[in-house]
């Protein structure tokens, strides 16, 4: 196993723990949780809207991160390598951006989930592309890839 196939796959098995660790949080402790802080039903269902919302995209990616790592098409193709890590930055800002919210009750910038979200966007278009190119990470043996 390479380093960055460990690497991959240490950071989506990482994500997908943290999913179901605040999944889990979300919905038994986290409503009870805000109400005690003086949260009005409403506000607690949004933000536990929120919670849901960034635990299943933080899954999803890194279900797609960890396919691409196991299949090895990240270790061979740059485009697919750039998905990886388009789509585990994009957990950073969008979910990152939406558990700030939930839990600190703020955030650092108000554009850090929608740019979150244009990462995911393009992590999936990267590994569109990675299906037509021929762009690999290390070059065969005999042939100079350029």
């Not at 943290?18 to 009870?32: F, T």
């Not at 409403?42 to 797609?64: I, S």
């Not at 299906?131 to 005999?142: E, H, R």
Request: net charge positive.
């Amino acid at each position: 196993m390479t380093n960055l196939t460990r690497i991959l796959l240490l950071l989506s098995a990482l994500s997908g723990a943290i999913s179901v660790g605040i999944g889990a949080m979300g919905a038994h402790s986290l409503p009870k949780r805000l109400q005690a802080q003086g949260f009005s039903q409403e506000q607690v269902d949004k933000k536990l809207d929120q919670c849901d919302l960034a635990t299943r995209y933080q899954m999803f990616h890194a279900l797609a991160v960890l396919v691409l790592t196991l299949s090895g098409h990240a270790s061979r193709s740059k485009l697919a390598l750039a998905a990886s890590v388009l789509m585990l930055l994009g957990t950073l800002g969008f979910s990152g951006g939406l558990y700030s919210m939930v839990f600190a009750d703020e955030i650092i910038h108000w554009s850090i989930v929608p740019i979150g979200g244009s990462l995911f966007i393009l992590g999936w278009l990267h590994l569109g592309a990675s299906a037509l190119g021929s762009s690999s990470v290390t070059a065969p043996p005999g042939q100079v890839r350029i």
